[in-house]
């Protein structure tokens, strides 16, 4: 049915003050000649709408030979799940529904004469408002059932798993809807080294979490069925790898969020949770960044509130199946309330490196080379305080992936003889950065000092 809108004209305009005209989301003149919209059911979809990318994608699937207008967008093979074997970034041209008027078909098995579905895709600009334009499509059907029919079908088809990859969604606090960021090639089980036990406890769970069982005793209970995790534990021992590895596996869709930003109220976050793309894995990093253990929150600018987090968090509308990962390098400086049993419901900690992730890792780059995998992990012990993760010498597995990087032409051995250097590239990283933090709190207690001119000159004025 056409859109019924009152307008207030202004002052100049020839249009009485107020006004209530029928407006139609096309020019009939362009429609016209083509078919009577009259005798059709049509939808309108702005591009604002996460509904209209997946609607445009959809249609051009199995409509590519009835188009003449194309867009074309130029994307890395990364994004679309294929591996890159020399590890540079290739990219490729995607096509896409252009602008135009078509006659398409709603039914990927039958011609656009047997199932007609005329289409226009357009620039519209915002009434009064000349400066701003958006996309603008509007279907043309039989019915309203096909309207939803092509919609439903558009979001199952965009939302259906793809062979080793995942889809990245970030929330977009502008338009308060989720964006498809990218699809990446999914990452293996085994190319994150962690404790074996550690590794099967988690994937064991998630499995668990996410059978058919567990789902109707869930339901069965009138339990929400959802899973929050805790990956907590020193920079760089996998934790945001992990995410990867799950979103892979259980084949997720991962959703990043920035809850610091400056437009994110307690009502946004319940909503982009409650408004989750299909098998959402959302992801809070650094969540000790947000609130204190008092807590109070750590930026100024946030509107949200610890309660905010925490109502969300518990959300009881919040979609089945949904898998939260909160992730902190510091545990022991979140609120108690934010990770008590019920809330949090796996606490995950990933430890600095072990004899035995290191042998692990070893064997990873250089398979069935046992003896010098061994000799290896010998040879890293005598620099470092293997499990031990308060220590100054323990090593994360970030750094020791960084050897073997470097080391990615040498053999077995060389790799073992090479780990002097390595030693000696940690420590002089380890002296810059603490050379960096001395320097950063001079300049803080120089700020705060009385004698800061800076601050005499404030004293002077008052």
Not at 157 to 186: C, M, Q, V
Not at 253 to 279: G, K, W, Y
Not at 309 to 334: E, F, K, Q, S, W
């Amino acid at each position: 049915n056409p859109i019924t809108q009152k307008f207030a004209m202004g002052s100049n305009t020839k249009f009485p003050r107020k006004t209530t005209q029928t407006i139609y989301p096309f020019q009939e003149n362009i429609i016209s000649p083509h078919f009577n919209y009259k005798e059709t059911c049509f939808s309108e979809i702005q591009d604002i709408d996460p509904l209209y990318p997946k609607v445009t994608r959809y249609l051009y699937s199995f409509n590519k030979n009835n188009l003449n207008s194309f867009v074309v967008s130029l994307k890395t093979e990364e994004e679309h799940g294929i591996e890159i074997g020399d590890g540079t970034s290739k990219s490729k041209a995607h096509l896409n529904l252009g602008i135009g008027l078509f006659k398409l078909t709603h039914d990927p098995n039958q011609t656009p004469d047997q199932a007609p579905l005329w289409v226009l895709n357009q620039y519209v600009s915002k009434v009064m408002e000349d400066s701003l334009r958006y996309h603008n499509l509007v279907l043309f059907a039989d019915s309203e059932s096909t309207l939803k029919k092509i919609a439903d079908e558009a979001v199952k088809f965009d939302e259906t798993p793809k062979d080793n990859s995942f889809d990245i969604y970030t929330w977009n606090t502008g338009s308060a809807s989720w964006t498809h960021l990218s699809t990446k090639r999914a990452r293996t089980v085994e190319s994150v080294v962690l404790p074996t036990k550690l590794e099967n406890k988690l994937m064991n769970d998630i499995e668990d979490f996410l059978s058919k069982e567990t789902e109707d005793w869930y339901k069965l209970h009138g339990i929400t069925h959802k899973r929050n995790y805790l990956f907590y534990g020193p920079p760089g021992t996998g934790k945001s790898s992990m995410v990867q590895v799950i979103a892979g596996r259980f084949q997720r869709s991962v959703c990043f969020m920035q809850p610091c930003h400056p437009d994110m109220t307690d009502e946004m976050l319940a909503e982009s949770i409650i408004n989750a793309p299909a098998r959402p894995l959302i992801v809070l990093e650094d969540i000790d960044a947000l609130f204190g253990k008092d807590r109070q929150t750590l930026h100024e600018k946030t509107p949200l509130t610890f309660t905010g987090l925490l109502n969300a968090l518990d959300g009881v509308a919040n979609p089945n199946g949904l898998i939260l990962v909160m992730t902190t390098n510091y545990v022991d400086r979140l609120d108690p309330a934010l990770v008590r049993a019920g809330r949090v419901d796996v606490k995950i900690r990933f430890p600095s490196a072990s004899e035995e992730q290191v042998r692990n890792m070893f064997l990873r780059f250089y398979p069935s080379q046992e003896a010098e995998a061994q000799r290896f992990s010998e040879r890293i012990r005598e620099h470092f305080d293997l499990d031990d993760e308060k220590n100054e010498k323990s090593l994360s597995m970030a750094s020791l992936q960084l050897h073997f990087i470097k080391s990615r032409k040498s053999s077995p051995a060389q790799a073992v003889d090479g780990v002097r250097e390595f030693v000696e590239i940690l420590e002089n990283e380890r002296r810059v950065i603490a050379e960096l933090k001395k320097c950063s709190q001079d300049a803080k207690e120089k700020e705060n000092s009385p004698h800061n001119p800076a601050l005499e000159n404030v004293s002077a004025e008052a």
